[in-house]
């Protein structure tokens, strides 16, 4: 080894963006030496496995250590390289006075916790100095060579040099300057890996921000006045400043998303990120990497490191829509990130914490998932501290026509158009139909209807389960929207549907149900006329 030597090294290195790449190019580069043995470099990290690490006994402080990094040199018998990384030598305390055992285990600890090298080049006569002197006798070790990784005054690491040749004074200050050098690389490479994880961060958040203004351009802001939603608007202003995971149920279409931003907005955490994961969409085998992340090369494909949705949400809310679709196999690492507040990416011993409110939503029975045994007892238990209930649309329909109303402003300003009327006939046709899409459903109907009266009059176009023929039985004197001037009153409408309903009823002979009853002429179910007869109080006397 002489100055070119580390020089050549020193420059793979010194333009590389990736801290891997940069301690593989280190220790292969010592490693081609020859005379070297082995070569490692040990990087300060936090405490991690503390439970299972041999050195527990001796070590002064838990909260960090020296992992392994980077391993390479070759074998004289077995011709097989050294680069495992994991066994007794995986991670090491550090000291920062010279242990008892400095002999043995704690010379990489003694250079890692006071920045002091060592230099021993009497292995051949004192082979115990060594942890293992079986290796260094089969290995013919002469010498042992650690400098600290120093950046900036910061001691980063350790990197280590075994020898099968003396190593005297002037490979020390040669070896110092190499480290001075790989540390700065070393420290380079993680500001450009910092700098990279933060714009892929942003990018996420960018795409979730332009998902979220699609979102509000189509569903507006949480529009109505129907008892049902007035009462989840007083839930949200309880739950939203907690900390509480709540559980939203509704049907598809019902505007859950809308809800969890309301609850994101008026909470503690505004000012952090709002994340949504759908559960829905995502490959079975994906889910542990999009909850979590990964390392680079975890799993084939892994291309690089990889920010989890709980990581990006740290600090603001996780959104998980559609939680029954979480696989049953991950849904214990959930329960625990949720309980704990802890998870490791994929590929990474490292245990990682985070502190993330979640906010769940589905379309599914859980109690009978968890009966079948396709969801878990205690995640459902977890996830439900605050259940939220999403009325659906056909049992709130005092809020379709000014949820109408909002979605035709919005459509006709998005086309360019001069807002198009909403008349009389088109609330009565709106307001008769079951709407199994709800409020996602009744936004189509009305954009599906800009488009084909092409700046004209409104067409509404629906199904056939819609009420067109209930129409003429309304009665003349009702208030209308154009005839007017003006949208109805929440009190005009309700007298709206009860005089509709008495005309049909009164059109039928009172016969509610069946083949020519009044629910067929109104396009509803017998159950739902029922119900509604009843909330208006009319029996046949009237």
């Known amino acids: 080894m002489n100055i070119e030597f580390f020089q050549s090294i020193a420059l793979s290195v010194a333009n590389e963006r990736s801290v891997d790449v940069v301690f593989c190019n280190i220790v292969n580069g010592l490693a081609d030496d020859p005379n070297v043995v082995l070569a490692r470099i040990w990087i300060i990290g936090p405490g991690d496995l503390c439970n299972v690490c041999p050195w527990l006994k001796n070590c002064p402080d838990q909260t960090k250590c020296l992992h392994l990094v980077a391993s390479n040199g070759l074998s004289l018998h077995s011709k097989q390289r050294y680069t495992w990384l994991k066994g007794h030598y995986k991670r090491f305390p550090l000291y920062t006075e010279e242990p008892d055992n400095i002999t043995a285990t704690g010379k990489i600890g003694y250079i890692g916790g006071t920045g002091k090298a060592i230099l021993r080049n009497d292995i051949i006569e004192n082979p115990n100095w060594l942890l293992d002197t079986e290796w260094a006798k089969r290995e013919k070790i002469a010498s042992f060579a650690g400098q600290p990784l120093v950046f900036r005054d910061e001691i980063l690491g350790v990197l280590a040099l075994f020898s099968r040749k003396v190593l005297d004074q002037s490979h020390l200050i040669m070896l ?54 007035q009462k989840t608007l007083q839930q949200i202003e309880l739950v939203a400043p907690t900390d509480a995971t709540v559980l939203i149920h509704g049907e598809s279409g019902t505007g859950k998303e809308l809800i969890a931003l309301a609850i994101h907005q008026r909470s503690r955490r505004k000012n952090h990120p709002l994340i949504k994961v759908n559960c829905a969409s995502i490959p079975r085998e994906l889910f542990e990497s999009e909850f979590f992340g990964h390392v680079k090369g975890a799993f084939t494909g892994a291309l690089r490191d990889r920010t989890g949705r709980f990581q990006l949400a740290d600090g603001g809310t996780l ?36 502190n993330v409110r979640v906010i769940a939503a589905t379309n599914r029975d859980l109690k009978k998932e968890m009966e079948a045994k396709r969801f878990r007892q205690d995640l459902y238990f977890r996830l439900s501290a605050f259940p939220l209930e999403i009325v659906p649309l056909r049992n709130r329909k005092e809020d379709i026509p000014l949820l109408a109303k909002e979605f035709l402003k919005q459509i006709c300003q998005s086309m360019g158009l001069k807002e198009l009327p909403l008349k009389e006939k088109h609330i009565l046709q ?6 199994p899409g709800n409020i996602r459903e009744l936004r189509n109907v009305i954009e599906r209807a800009v488009i084909v009266s092409k700046g004209r009059e409104l067409r509404i176009d629906l199904p056939e389960t819609s009420t067109e023929k209930a129409l003429p039985i309304v009665p003349y004197y009702v208030k209308g929207v154009e005839r007017s001037g003006e949208i109805l009153t929440y009190e005009d409408l309700k007298k709206l549907e009860k005089e509709n309903i008495l005309a049909a009823l009164h059109q039928t002979n009172w016969k509610v149900s069946g083949p020519g009853g009044a629910a067929e002429l109104l396009g509803m179910k017998p159950t739902t006329l029922a119900s509604q007869m009843k909330a208006f109080g009319i029996q046949k006397r009237s």
């Open 430 to 435: 709106l307001w008769n139909y079951d709407w």
């Open 319 to 354: 959104f998980l829509d559609e939680v029954g679709d979480i696989p049953l196999e991950l849904q214990s690492k959930l329960l625990r990130v949720l309980q704990e507040g802890e998870y490791e990416r994929i590929g990474e011993e490292r245990t990682r914490r985070v």
């Open 176 to 229: 110092r300057t190499f480290a001075y050098n790989a540390a700065s690389a070393i420290a380079n490479a993680r500001a450009f890996e910092e700098i990279e994880q933060l714009r892929r961060q942003l990018e996420l958040e960018n795409e979730y921000l332009r998902d979220k203004v699609r979102d509000v351009a189509t569903f507006g802001n949480i529009v109505g006045q129907s008892p049902a939603l």
